[in-house]
Structure formats: C-alpha cells, structure tokens
C-alpha cells in the first residue's frame, strides 16, 4: 500500500510539474519580454493565456503535500524542517507571483502594472528554482531523518543544477504552449516570436540535463546509477525521444502536437527521478516502507486519492481542454452588444 500512495505522489508531482510548470515558464517569458511597449504584445498574450487556469494548477501541489504529510510523515518532518528555508521562498514566491498577475491587469496607473508585473515576473523564475533546488537536496542525499537545517542541504552543485534545470524546463513548456496560443490567437508574429524561444529552451534543457547527469556521478551516485540503468534509463530514452519530437515539431510549425511531446519530456523526467530513487524516498537514509505512516492511514488515503482521480481530476483536464480549445475567452464589447436585445425582442417590463 505505501508503495501505491508513493507512486500517486509521484504522479501528483509530475502533474504540477507540467501544468504549473507551463504557467511558470510564461511568468520567465513575462519578465524576458523587455520594456512597457516592446513587450506589450507576448505580455498580451501571457495574460490571455494563463488567465483562465493559473490558479488551478496548485491543484496539484496541494495534493502532493496532503500525500506526503498524512502518508509519509517522516519524509515531510525531514524535508521541511532540513530546508525550510528554500520552501519557505518558493511558498513566498507563489503568493507574490499570484498577487503580482491577479494585480496587474486592473491597474490603471502604469507604475503600478510594472510594478506587479515585476513582482509577477521574478516571483515565477526563482519559486521553481528554490523548489528544484530541494528536490536536488532529496536526490543528493544530504539529508536524512534528523538533519537540522543547514545551507548545503540545497546549496550544492545537484540542488543548483537542479534548480537552473526546473527554471529552463518550464520555460520550454511555457514557449511552447504560448506559441500555440498565438497560433490560435491569430497572432503570426507571436508564433515566430515564441517558436525561437521554445527552440532556445531546448538548448538550455539539453545542457543543463547533461550538466545534471555529469554532477549526480560523483554527487548523487544513487540516482545516477538508477537514472544509467534499468526503468531509470529507460524513462530517460523516453524523455529524450520526446526531446527529439517535440523540437522537429516546433521547426515544423506543429504547435498543436508539440505541447503534448513538450509535456512528455518533463512528465518522464520526473518518473526517471522517482524511479532512479527507488525504493528510497530519500537516498540512502529513508525508504518507502520506512516513512509510510500506518497501514490505515495508508489505505484511507488510497480511497481519498481514487475518489480525488475520479472527480477532480476529469474536472481539471476539461479545464484545461476548453481554455486550449479557445472556449473560455472573455466577452469583449462587441460580444455583449451582440448579444444584448435586438430590435423586436421581448423585454422584461414591455
């Protein structure tokens, strides 16, 4: 049973990878953009892109934590309390980041909007940082059952690497997915905007990726061995077939299928990591079996999970069809005088 609940967590991870990722890869691009009016048209498009589902992708997040502090109490005891401090600013992070977008648009004094627009902007490059830098702390090693919170739990070469890997994949999702949506804006000088950045974040994953796997050798040499052998390797491959995929796709100007290989590379990353782990959750202190909570618990959470996948996962992949299928646009003016009464309709009163 712990093993189950560990592997929905893994899934739970790999969902707010990719689909928080995607938001904040486009807060990167956001802060990219350059001035007020040379970056007017992609912040545009930001806005309009992740508006409809920003706030639902920490969905996920919250079902990780929920799995990870009722399931496996001695792994969110170790990790919380050896790295407060990193999740403490990516937690300062997404608050900001949130304020900062849900701010920025009603802002009628420009000041203001670049303001909150800067808040927004830098609150998305360092909030994934500081949570790749933890999860490079887990794969390292260096931390363990009653660990006290120290600066090399996350500031060393895997955490960083870690880290800068996290901020270039999520500007890769976000790229891509913002080229779609220019593309289904009608917007053809986005596409091309958009297209060589997603092809820019190719490069800067395929290096830093390289740069993690040489750093692990000597740094991590638990995960590097599971990541060069069996399941582990075979994720990798996968992930980096879709690498190859979703790169001949964007050349080729095929934005719609590249989002899905986009997400392919990242979501098989993830599983190449907590496979490579295996059966640790923390290598080579704290395994699966040793930090699952009791058997009870264990299966009462299993039955909340089911009943989670059943009713809110459905709800949540229909929101994000509908926002990618152009159905969740705001009215604009003349929409509502379209759709206001005609002459010869009934009114209520006449």
Not at 191 to 198: D, E, K, L, P
Request: net charge neutral.
């Amino acid at each position: 049973m712990a093993d189950l609940v560990a592997f929905v967590m893994l899934l739970a991870v790999a969902a707010y990878a990719c689909a928080g990722g995607t938001d904040y890869g486009a807060g990167f691009w956001d802060l990219t953009a350059g001035g007020a009016e040379r970056g007017k048209r992609p912040r545009w498009l930001i806005d309009h892109a992740m508006a409809p589902v920003w706030e639902v992708n920490n969905v996920w997040l919250i079902f990780v934590f929920i799995l990870m502090w009722t399931g496996f109490p001695v792994l969110f005891e170790t990790v919380f309390t050896a790295m407060w401090l990193p999740l403490a600013l990516a937690a300062l992070g997404m608050v900001l980041r949130g304020a900062g977008f849900a701010l920025r648009k009603p802002s009628r004094r420009l000041a203001r909007r670049r303001l909150y627009g800067a808040v927004f902007a830098i609150a998305s490059l360092l909030t994934p940082f500081f949570l790749g830098a933890a999860v490079g702390g887990v794969a390292s090693g260096r931390v363990a059952p009653g660990t006290e919170a120290s600066a090399d739990a996350w500031a060393n070469p895997t955490s960083l690497l870690f880290g800068l890997l996290t901020v270039a994949a999520t500007a890769l999702l976000g790229a891509v997915f913002l080229t779609a949506d220019a593309a289904r804006f009608d917007a053809p000088d986005l596409v091309g905007y958009f297209r060589i950045r997603a092809l820019g974040g190719l490069v800067a994953v395929a290096l830093l990726a390289v740069g993690v796997l040489l750093v692990t050798h000597g740094d991590a040499p638990y995960v590097w061995h599971g990541l060069t052998h069996g399941a582990g390797l075979a994720l990798v491959i996968v992930s980096a077939v879709f690498f190859a995929a979703t790169g001949l796709l964007v050349l080729r100007g095929q934005t719609h299928w590249a989002r899905f290989s986009a997400v392919g590379i990242v979501a098989a990353a993830v599983f190449a990591w907590g496979l490579a782990q295996r059966p640790y959750l923390i290598p080579t202190s704290l395994t699966v079996a040793d930090a699952a909570g009791d058997s009870q618990t264990l299966v009462w959470l299993s039955v909340v999970s089911l009943v989670a996948v059943l009713l809110v996962a459905p709800a949540v992949f229909f929101l994000y069809w509908m926002d990618t299928h152009g159905e969740l646009e705001p009215l604009t003016e003349s929409d509502l005088r379209r759709s206001g009464p005609t002459r010869g309709d009934v009114v209520d009163g006449d």
